[in-house]
């Protein structure tokens, strides 16, 4: 019988990542062809598990070299070429198969398949996903393999390819920044790169994504910026060589080369919402948020615009849509007060995006004193799906926020269903109830050592709220112990010693919990000004308004009020219409923060004195010269 699909590798010391990738695939592939380009790992022997065909080729620093050793070798009537650390999302086996038994062949094609991207520290701590596409799909035997060193591109012997899209997917965690580091990928790199010393255009891009990667936003804006000047805007990676340009431009505080190359752009790409989203987030950046507000609107509009019309909104990122357009907007509104569209939006980038914990953390918080639990689980099961498998997740969620209905509602869930929740989940679920059994049903488990911290934190916060010997000298037992704690036990300690970072932490959780007789009982030993302030803050981030105002009374008094303190300030009394005050608050946080333009930005905005505005302008162009150039400055 005819092979339908090959797939083809090329891989080294890939033995954490590879029985991942082949399982996604054995479903669908007829044939294996792995490269192995010198492991020392268990690479080879994990492959030689799923098939037969595992070569050795000798690394000569050419990545297209070693994928065409694979491609010679297939006998597939397709082939399909991953990486180790790719995988085919679940589920579309049955769409794959039936896609190439139903295509004709007639002329060399390249088929686009999604790539999703997953960023963050480790697999288990996703901070996002970011969308890219890549031909790694196309027929055998028609001439078709890869060129260039790095970063190797699909050519054809035999005339144009021509290039297709699908929906099909692979989920990639190449970019987790564990894996980054225990790899170096970015050393092997740029030792090609090096005997590469190419001037194309498309080298130098992918020289800027390397520098990127590495943070290297100087040099990363230098080779976008050759590429720029040689390459035509009709190549299928131009809108990404911009959105790498501008973002390490913004990175370097360089707005003016970002304003003129997002300009450029939507000259090129204009129905698509990247770089309608990426203007507003350079207003947002130079401190503009009424310019931002009504970009990342238009942003929102023009997407649904063409999503409506079945037609794809973005080129670059998916996120540039809706997910940061919607997180933006929120941000907004919350610094001004406005928490209906906070609200609003907060849901709009949790529809594209449910994993961001911050979002939801922010969402809850604004809820907490404005809804019944029961509406709350009404908005929550509409982001979520009621899907039970996040009710773990949001009950985490609900007891950092300190809603105890919440908390109990996916407590019970969780049991419901079965779903496994840790031992800490356990414990500061019991705290936020005042459930002293099951919190010593659960404490006396060795925790882990990756979470002991937050263990001896919760164990803390139950002796000060329970006052019961055995939590504290649990945590005692633990060398050397805390001056905090041996302050609670009344041994020779002075308040000198106390951890301030630590005691603020006991408050704000202690607060959180609710347990506001406990967290009175310790606000006296809080000495230093930084951390008065930091509980100032913490307050009003939590809308606790009366409060925070009333420590920013005794800092103003003492003169030891710092700048987010005055910027907060001034904030709340714009929201109140008292502008004159704000506006001297403003002055205040200037004066401790120069550095920090968008309060200049604030400042002209509300002022209506225009001696006093065009003084502040003066000073915030003595202070960000760069800012002279921007257009939108002028009319400030």
Known sequence: MTKLLSLCMIVKNEEKTLARCLDSVKAIADEMIIIDTGSTDQTKAIALQYTTHVYDFEWINDFAAAKNDAIRRATGKWILVL?????????????????????????????????????????????????????????????????RPIHEQLACSKGKLELLSTSLTILHTGYIRTIVNEKKKSNRNMEIFKQLQSNDPYDCYTLGNEYLSMNDCKKAQYY????????????????YCYDGYIHASLQLTHLREAHTAIKEALDFWPEYADFSFLLGHLYMAAGFAELAEAQLKTCIEQALSREKRKLPSTLVKLDYASY??????????????????????????????????????????????????????NMLDRLYSGNAEHSAY???????????????????????????????????????????????????????DSVINDYNMLLTLAYLVWKESDFLNKLLDKQPAHPMLLFLRNEEQSLQSVDAPYLEGILKELFQL????????????????????????FFYEQRQFELAVDYYAVLLEHQILDAQGYENLAYLYISLGEIGQALAFIEQAIELAPEHVALYVLYCTHSTDPQKRNAMKSKLLNRAPHFRSLPFVRDL
């Open 514 to 537: 609710g347990y506001h007789q406990e967290y009175e009982s310790l606000i006296s030993l809080v000495q230093s000004p930084e951390a008065i302030n930091s509980l100032a803050n």
């Open 394 to 448: 949001l009950l985490r969620v609900s007891c950092r926020v300190g809603i105890a209905d919440l908390a109990a509602h996916y407590y019970n869930r969780c049991a419901k269903k079965e779903i496994p929740l840790g031992q800490l989940d356990h414990m500061h679920v019991a705290l936020l109830l005042g459930d002293r059994e099951l919190f010593k049903n659960h404490y006396h488990l060795p925790a882990p």
């Open 83 to 147: 990486d180790a650390d790719e995988y085919l999302k679940p589920g579309q086996e049955d769409h794959f198969r039936q896609l190439l038994e139903n295509y004709e062949v007639r002329k060399p094609i390249g088929v686009m398949l999604k790539i999703m991207n997953y960023l963050g520290e480790t697999e288990q701590n996703i901070s996002g996903v970011l969308e890219s596409s890549a031909a790694r799909l196309f027929p055998n035997g028609q001439g078709i393999h890869f060129e």
């Open 324 to 377: 940061l357009p919607h997180k933006y907007l929120a941000q907004i509104y919350m610094i001004r007060h406005d928490w209906s569209q906070a609200v609003y939006h907060l849901s709009g980038a949790l529809k594209s995006n449910n994993s961001d914990l911050q979002l939801l953390t922010k969402l809850l918080t604004i809820l907490k004193g404005s809804e019944e639990a029961s509406e709350i689980i």
């Open 224 to 239: 976008y910026g050759k590429a720029m000047r040689k390459m035509k805007p009709t190549l299928i990676w131009a809108p």
